[in-house]
């Protein structure tokens, strides 16, 4: 990098600061800070929805699977998240957003009770933390690469600049940097990819040396062979739909505060259903960015998929960067990857400082405090979140794909909170102990898969595949303690469940519609539907 790339990136950082003192300026209460007001119109949280999922973990954990797995990878976006965002936005958000609950955590003390919404709380707390560390490590990733900034330089740096502008301006801050940085990371993406495709000759010129590759000719297909474990992912359809498909998938996008609150910020019903089909479609395309520049990495960066050291598969992107932009783009493409990083971990800091408040501070530490207490603790916990994700870095970076770590963790945090949350809202009849044994009892179940597949004992043909069957796993455990334990206790009354379980009191689509909400373009179930739909063409090519 030269002196035009740091000016870009300097000018970068300004602006992110510049909208997090901006953001102060509007922030009077802890709903404010936390959920900037649920005053943000649809196409806001929309884009900030999708492009606090597309954090550095995002571009360098897909980049490094599409090397590593080839265009199977596709499987992440197109089953693997569009028909959860779907599902989110016509299904689950009325019971979110009408039961005015400000966090996911608090969903489930009304439905269930204060142990569950407690075990939930703390774990999302861990998870977050966790996630945080990825990409801050998967930051550090880029400066060595790029600066030959060390480990811990890049880890400081980036954290004390998301923990400014969170800080600073709450949830909104967030929000507003994550629009502009969803157009930011773009700018800096797509020259690799047509670069990237102009030196091997194009798609066509891809494909053949995709074939010429260790992948081979399964590189290019996305179902073939799935009957049976033999291809490049190690997972066989079962896996990919039911582990994937659905468990993974819906128990990431449905029940991941931080995605569901950039939902619960929108301004009224009709934006925060729309907020996640909206994100749908350019999740839709960005497999050309991550996945299509990881192919490139394959088959131009020689010895690319080592164990350790500057060829690892995470290193995709990165050694793009350095190899085949010229000076001032390279400095957009560092900056696009910074705001990446950026993104992702202000909505892992953003989740943890408003779960830690609200779930466990104000219900079970400090409760009936003044309204500026708790912004003073929301301010704090975003401090601590911060420190505790820098130590979690260095755990990542124990990892050659961290798309395999990310995985692991989902299928442990998210697969079994889903399955809690699909049967809670549509069984009245189970009970609220249920809901805790069985929330407590999947994860376990999760837990112990993963660490019979690190002993041996479990024997699975990759990383990503123990997370598929783990993710089942935790699922089925769920359902089996559920059924088991309901009949032995008695379901809360139906007051107590209006609005939160389907067909217990309806909750109005339209009792705060806006101009214009009705328009036929907006209409929730159109939107899904063409998602959906789109999702379906997009395979033909790759079958």
Do not use: C
């Not at 360098?60 to 936005?89: C, D, R, S």
Request: hydrophobic letters at 55%.
């Amino acid at each position: 990098m030269n002196a035009l790339d740091y000016a870009i990136l300097a000018l970068y950082f300004v602006t992110v600061l510049g909208v997090g003192f901006a953001a102060r300026r509007a922030i009077r209460t802890s709903v404010d800070f936390f959920l900037s007001g649920r005053s943000l119109p649809a196409w806001v949280t929309g884009l900030a929805f999708v492009s606090a999922n597309l954090g550095a973990l995002e571009i360098i954990g897909m980049a490094a699977n599409g090397a590593q797995y080839g265009i199977m990878t596709v499987h992440y976006y197109w089953i693997g998240a569009v028909p959860a965002m779907v599902f989110l936005g016509i299904v689950m958000m009325p019971f979110y957003y009408g039961s005015k609950v400000r966090s996911v955590p608090e969903y489930l003390r009304l439905r269930f009770n204060r142990p569950t919404h407690l075990l939930n709380a703390i774990s999302f707390a861990v998870a977050q933390v966790l996630i945080a560390g990825v990409n801050l490590y998967a930051l550090a990733l880029v400066l060595d690469a790029l600066l030959g900034w060390p480990l811990w330089l890049s880890i400081v740096v980036g954290a004390a600049i998301v923990l400014a502008y969170i800080g600073i301006g709450g949830l909104s801050s967030a929000i507003y940097n994550e629009v502009l940085q969803f157009f930011v990371i773009l700018a800096g993406l797509i020259p690799i990819t047509v670069i990237g495709l102009v030196k091997v000759g194009g798609v066509d010129g891809l494909w053949d040396a995709v074939r010429g590759s260790k992948l081979g000719e399964a590189g290019l297909h996305t179902w073939a062979d799935t009957g049976n474990s033999a291809n490049p992912l190690g997972a066989n359809w079962i896996g990919l739909v039911f582990g994937l498909g659905f468990v993974l998938s819906f128990g990431y996008w449905t029940t991941n505060f931080a995605e569901v609150q950039r939902a619960l910020s929108a301004r009224n019903m009709s934006a925060a259903r729309r907020t996640p089909l909206i994100g749908a479609y350019p999740k839709l395309l960005i497999p050309a960015v991550t996945v299509i520049p990881g192919l490139v990495a394959l088959v131009t960066v020689k010895g690319l998929g080592a164990d350790s050291g500057t060829l690892q598969y995470n290193n995709a992107i990165p050694l793009l960067m350095r190899d085949l932009l010229p000076n001032g783009v390279l400095g957009v493409a560092v900056t696009g990857l910074l705001a990446s990083f950026m993104a992702g971990m202000a909505a892992n800091v953003s989740g943890f400082n408003t779960v830690f408040t609200y779930d466990i501070w104000q219900a079970y530490v400090k409760r009936d405090r003044d309204d500026a207490y708790y912004l003073r603790v929301g301010r704090i916990a975003t401090l601590v979140g911060v420190i505790v994700g820098i130590g979690t870095a260095f755990i990542a970076a124990g990892f050659s794909n961290i798309m395999n770590y990310i995985q692991t963790l989902f299928s442990l945090f998210n697969a079994p909170l889903f399955a809690t949350f699909i049967i809670g809202m549509f069984w009245r009849r189970m009970t609220a102990w249920a809901g805790f044994w069985s929330l407590l009892v999947g994860t376990l179940g999760s837990l112990a898969t993963y660490l019979l597949y690190l002993g041996g004992v479990l024997d699975f043909q990759s990383d990503l595949e123990e997370s598929f069957w783990g993710a089942g796993i935790a699922f089925v455990l769920v359902v089996v303690v559920a059924l088991l334990l309901s009949p032995l206790g008695a379901p809360k009354p139906d007051e107590d469940l209006r609005g939160l379980v389907y067909g217990r009191g309806s909750v109005d689509l339209t009792a705060d519609v806006l101009a214009g909400d009705a328009a036929w373009y907006r209409s929730p179930i159109l939107l899904g539907a063409v998602a959906l739909a789109l999702s379906v063409l997009f395979y033909l090519p790759v079958l």
